[in-house]
């Protein structure tokens, strides 16, 4: 369980890893949540599900009498932004992209994944070998590597296909990472924060400034060129996304600039 390795790294850091249960009390759940923000420097976003994960956790010791009180039952979330759906523009994916291949191959082909399988950044640090199916032509994400915990599989199509061939893993065991630590493939993977930091470089080193462009605007201008250039109906972008429902996707497109009735271009008023 995510929750309970991550609380016994911050207890184990600050010399507390002795500390009985009962004493993990309101004042400590704070320490716990401001450390995740100053030292593992995670968002508002991240730090109120961790809240939500302990509440939970003590809520099921509460019920079976192991603590009197749930140190988390009265912490409020911080307020979180909603989602920004920038793009990239041709010109700056065109840059961007070719500053990345000369200056940053293995960035690059990070991107790539996000870009044709619309993945988060994290499940690309998390993919391992053996998630990679190519004779199916499949990526499976598994519960413990996605967002929402659910296993989904992702479609290559024939551009992240070639990116995949190139990466060369029939060469590595099934266990190890696509984005290892060190090495392009190895048995650890490399935090999913160096990679921003490193994109945000590239960002900067290309003269794009725009703060709310990220690595996420892969994802975002995939979708978009899936939808107006490649013609790629709105199902199959679900279907790719790993979207609960079909409303999501179009949400989603609507936020995007995308999916707009045709006939307001027309009218006047």
Not at 37 to 56: A, F, L
Not at 64 to 75: F, Y
Request: proline share 4%; glycine share 4%; aromatic share 10%.
């Amino acid at each position: 369980m995510i929750i309970i390795n991550i609380l016994t790294l911050y207890l184990t850091s600050h010399n507390k890893d002795t500390l009985p249960i009962d004493r993990f009390d309101r004042k400590e759940m704070f320490n716990f949540l401001d450390w995740l923000t100053r030292e593992r420097g995670i968002g508002p976003r991240t730090r109120n599900n961790y809240k939500d994960y302990v509440r939970t956790l003590f809520t099921t010791l509460v019920d079976r009498g192991v603590v009197n009180e749930n140190p988390a039952s009265k912490v409020k979330d911080l307020p979180t932004k909603s989602g920004r759906y920038i793009i990239f523009t041709d010109n700056q994916k065109d840059v961007l992209e070719q500053h990345l291949q000369r200056h940053n191959p293995r960035l690059f082909l990070f991107t790539r994944f996000i870009y044709y399988g619309f993945m988060r950044p994290v499940e690309v640090c998390r993919m391992q070998v053996r998630n990679i199916d190519v004779d199916k032509r499949i990526i499976l994400v598994r519960n413990n590597q996605s967002k929402n915990k659910k296993q989904k599989p992702v479609v290559i199509n024939p551009q992240l296909l070639s990116v995949i061939k190139e990466l060369g893993l029939e060469k590595y065991p099934e266990h190890y990472y696509v984005f290892g630590r060190n090495r392009m493939t190895s048995p650890h993977f490399r935090k999913r924060n160096r990679y921003s930091e490193d994109h945000r470089k590239a960002l900067d080193a290309c003269g794009i400034d725009d703060p709310d462009l990220d690595m996420y605007s892969w994802k975002h201008t995939g979708n978009c060129n899936a939808y107006t250039k490649g013609k790629v109906d709105i199902n199959s972008l679900k279907i790719q996304n790993r979207h609960g429902s079909l409303k999501q996707t179009e949400i989603y497109l609507t936020a995007l600039g995308l999916r707009i009735p045709v006939e307001l271009k027309t009218k006047e008023w």
